[in-house]
């Protein structure tokens, strides 16, 4: 493993956990078995990501098209939600860690999104970290929302259209306190973004690995971060900037 001594430990890191079905498929096993096995890799993805000191950690479980799958699938993903949401709560308390559901969960049966909000109040003053499980989430979905909400506050005189800013949008959305991620890792391949963060990922730096994700680990994890330590972030500037160049 690395030298942790070189390793610029980003802040806050997306993760778009895709390879599930593959990884079952290879194996001649169910789609659902994949999915479970990637709910495990999840759970441990937390447990090294507080070890590591990554303050904010936000994973992408299903997503606003995900609905468009098999009745069978859909279904096996939102009992395992079920039952991993249990487990995460023990988890998040063991490692001091916050839990933030974001999407549009109103979608969900009524029995899990209760599983979200005891978790999210059991866990809101856990301060190691805060995982951020993205559930019913579509970038386009929460911008919408966000255009909706400013409207109506536009519409009932408490905001003025000029005086919408960047930062009041980012105060809008389902992430809103918390930084927009440094790194984005995808695994199993795939160069998309398959309508995840549109709006927070503008500057992040993408690192896509072929791994899938129930084979993914501390050790990916690590390389994921190694490749961040030697980016050059610029953010549309110019790194040998001096004033009057
Ligand atoms: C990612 O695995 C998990 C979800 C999208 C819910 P997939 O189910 O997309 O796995 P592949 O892409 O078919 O291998
Ligand atoms: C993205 O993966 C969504 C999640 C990981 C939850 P998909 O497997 O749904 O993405 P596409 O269809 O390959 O773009
Ligand atoms: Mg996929």
Redesign the pocket.
């Known amino acids: 493993m690395a030298d942790m001594e070189q390793l610029k430990i980003p802040e806050c890191v997306a993760v778009i ?9 290879k194996r001649g096993l169910p ?1 659902s078995m ?2 479970a096995e ?1 709910c495990k890799t999840l759970e441990q993805t937390v447990y090294d990501a507080a070890d590591l000191g990554i303050k904010v950690l936000i994973a ?4 606003t098209e ?1 609905w468009k ?1 098999e009745d069978s ?1 859909v279904g096996a ?1 939102l009992t395992l939600f079920k039952i991993y949401g249990k487990k995460l709560m023990r988890v998040a308390m063991e490692k001091n860690v916050r839990v933030r559901v974001i999407g549009e969960r109103s979608r969900f049966p009524s029995d899990l999104i209760r599983i979200f909000e005891d978790i999210e109040e059991a866990t809101k003053d856990n301060t190691a970290m805060t995982f951020v499980t993205a559930l019913n989430y579509g970038g386009r979905d929460e911008i919408t929302r966000v255009v909706r909400k400013i409207a109506e506050e536009v519409r009932d005189g408490n905001a003025d259209a000029k005086d919408i800013t960047e930062q009041m949008i980012s105060d809008h959305l389902d992430t809103a306190g918390l930084p927009d991620p440094d790194l984005l890792i995808r695994t ?1 391949g ?1 160069l998309r973004l398959s309508n995840y963060l549109l709006w927070q990922l503008a500057y992040t730096e993408i690192y896509v690995t072929d791994t ?2 129930p084979d993914f680990n501390k050790a990916e994890l690590v390389k994921a971060i190694e490749a961040y330590s030697r980016r050059d972030r610029r953010f549309g500037g110019r790194k040998d900037q001096e004033a009057g160049t």
């Open positions: 956990l895709d390879g599930n079905g593959r990884w079952a498929k789609r994949g999915h990637g992408y479980g299903f997503s995900n799958r699938e993903l199993s795939e899938l994700w």
